[in-house]
Nanobody, 121 residues
Framework: QVQLVESGGGLVQAGGSLRLSCAASGRTFRNYLMGWFRQAPGLEREFVAAITWNSGNTRYAESVKGRFTISRDNAKNTVYLQMNSLKPEDTAVYYC??????????????WGQGTQVTVSS
């Protein structure tokens, strides 16, 4: 089992930056595909970014390409989401996700509780 705890959310003005962190428990973290998703009020949860176990491959939603960067530190059991040039439409609860299989960029077995990101205009 893997437990995921997100942190780093908050209120920021448009154009600002935030870095989200996701701390994972479990000895096999380094083997997991890790992802970030978000859910805005009234909308379905959507994919944001993902990174393979060895950081060799990443994938981003078109809406965040060039602004967000996903990274991981397997020694610290932590995955990060650096968010720059934030826009009001980035406002959402951001969730960290982990999957041991890693066969799909969009399907994850384990989920965190989420952290709120609010971008004011």
């Amino acid at each position: 089992q893997v437990q995921l705890v997100e942190s780093g959310g908050g209120l920021v003005q448009a154009g600002g930056s935030l870095r989200l962190s996701c701390a994972a428990s479990g000895r096999t973290f380094r083997n997991y595909l890790m992802g970030w998703f978000r859910q805005a009020p009234g909308l379905e949860r959507e994919f944001v970014a993902a990174i393979t176990w060895n950081s060799g491959n990443t994938r981003y939603a078109e809406s965040v390409k060039g602004r967000f960067t996903i990274s991981r530190d397997n020694a610290k059991n932590t995955v990060y989401l650096q968010m720059n040039s934030l826009k009001p439409e980035d406002t959402a609860v951001y969730y960290c996700a982990a999957d041991p299989d890693g066969s799909s960029w969009w399907d994850y077995r384990f989920w965190g509780q989420g952290t709120q990101v609010t971008v004011s205009s």
